[in-house]
């Protein structure tokens, strides 16, 4: 893990492009619970000039088998748009495997790799009306902090998401 994290920051402070430099991913260890596996897939960098940040992007698989179930993302910057409407975390499960809690265990896999990252506090958003994100949000850890109006010049906003709840995990 302490390798994988040093490999990152140098790529960080070397990267000169506003182009979005992207990394394969090195070992860092098996994030494994019961049948959930996470399996890194990429590191996008991000490009600081879209306000976008590194995140580590991750398939959800079934242990033994392998089958993709889903994904999961952990955004690893503190910018206002991620802190009030993205979340540092992303997910979404295919909808054959919905209902099982796997959105909420692959988010728990990640809470020691954002700490590791120098986290201490996580926002994961969703929409209010999604009442199955916002249950994974708490089975994760998140306590709901406050719904927000999403500014309307945003992208979400013209997909017809108006408000978002923010839930906090503290690490």
Known sequence: MKNFIEHVRKITKSAKSSTPIKEELTDIGR???ED???IPVNNAMGNPRRG?????QFKMV???NGEEIGRIDLRLGNTEWIEMYLGHIGYR????????RYAARATRLLLPLARKNGFDTL????NPDNIASRRTCEL????????????KNSDFYRAGEKQKCRYRINL
């Open 36 to 38: 959930l596996e996470l």
């Open 62 to 64: 079934i242990t033994g």
């Open 123 to 126: 926002w994961i958003t969703c």
């Open 140 to 151: 994760a850890g998140g306590e709901l902090i406050e719904i927000v109006d999403v500014p």
């Open 52 to 56: 976008d940040v590194q995140t580590y």
């Open 31 to 33: 994030l494994v619970d």
């Open 93 to 100: 499960v295919a909808t054959k495997y919905r209902g099982n």
